[in-house]
């Protein structure tokens, strides 16, 4: 165990408090997690939290879950990412109000095979973004203030060629949401060309 407050390891624990906190949803189904909280007994500090790397100190939702909601955040309005998260307005303002203080990390494309991609007016329908995520957890992968596909290069450009291999199906968010048909990827060397139509 390491102590949260001065990152030394410790092997004794001074008490145990079940934590509940949220998770992205499994398969579609909203994700709680009970967590024994410890507070290890720290030579330096005396009882400290145990430093997890997926759970800030006093989050409410797992740190996976935090950053999708950061970055779904940028694109849409705080109502908006609430609904798709099925998550409180409050939460979703903390969290964002939280990340504007330091920046998120890159995201791990690793492991990406699937993906899901949609297209949400912003600013009454003024200007479009595309929002990107892996359709079972739900994760927020890229955000983009573009609709056009040239817009949504970038994004691939972060996948890298490899990345692009890997992608065995693409669909949209509302086909993977209503489990619905999703489309297979043409064979081609840089990313989906095909892309599902709304119904
Ligand atoms: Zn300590």
């Given at each position: 165990?390491?102590?949260?407050?001065?990152?030394q390891?410790?092997?004794?624990?001074?008490?145990?408090?079940?934590?509940?906190v949220?998770?992205?949803?499994?398969?579609?189904?909203?994700?709680?997690?009970?967590?024994?909280?410890r507070?290890?007994?720290?030579?330096?500090?005396?009882p400290?939290?145990?430093?997890?790397?997926?759970?800030?100190?006093?989050?409410?939702v797992?740190?996976?879950?935090?950053?999708s909601v950061?970055?779904?955040?940028?694109?849409?309005?705080?109502?908006?990412?609430?609904?798709?998260?099925?998550l409180?307005?409050?939460?979703?303002?903390?969290?964002?109000?939280?990340?504007?203080?330091?920046?998120?990390?890159?995201?791990?494309?690793?492991?990406?095979?699937v993906l899901?991609?949609?297209e949400?007016?912003?600013?009454?329908?003024?200007?479009?973004?595309?929002?990107?995520?892996?359709?079972?957890t739900?994760?927020?992968?890229w955000?983009?203030?573009e609709?056009?596909?040239?817009?949504i290069?970038?994004?691939?450009?972060?996948?890298?060629?490899?990345?692009?291999?890997?992608?065995k199906?693409?669909?949209?968010i509302?086909?993977?949401?209503?489990?619905g048909?999703?489309?297979?990827?043409?064979?081609t060397?840089?990313?989906?060309?095909?892309?599902?139509?709304?119904?």
């Amino acid at each position: 165990m390491i102590c949260d407050g001065c990152g030394q390891a410790s092997e004794r624990v001074h008490d145990i408090e079940m934590r509940v906190v949220r998770d992205l949803p499994i398969l579609d189904a909203a994700t709680w997690i009970s967590v024994p909280r410890r507070r290890v007994l720290c030579g330096q500090c005396g009882p400290r939290l145990e430093r997890l790397d997926w759970l800030e100190r006093h989050a409410r939702v797992t740190r996976r879950l935090a950053e999708s909601v950061v970055r779904l955040c940028r694109a849409l309005p705080v109502k908006q990412v609430a609904a798709f998260f099925g998550l409180d307005w409050h939460t979703v303002k903390e969290i964002d109000k939280r990340a504007l203080q330091r920046s998120l990390d890159p995201v791990d494309l690793s492991g990406i095979s699937v993906l899901a991609m949609d297209e949400f007016a912003i600013q009454r329908g003024h200007r479009y973004a595309t929002v990107v995520i892996e359709p079972h957890t739900r994760r927020v992968l890229w955000v983009g203030r573009e609709r056009s596909r040239e817009g949504i290069r970038p994004f691939f450009d972060l996948l890298g060629e490899e990345g692009c291999r890997r992608i065995k199906a693409v669909g949209t968010i509302r086909n993977f949401v209503l489990g619905g048909v999703i489309v297979r990827k043409k064979e081609t060397h840089h990313g989906p060309t095909q892309r599902a139509s709304y119904p």
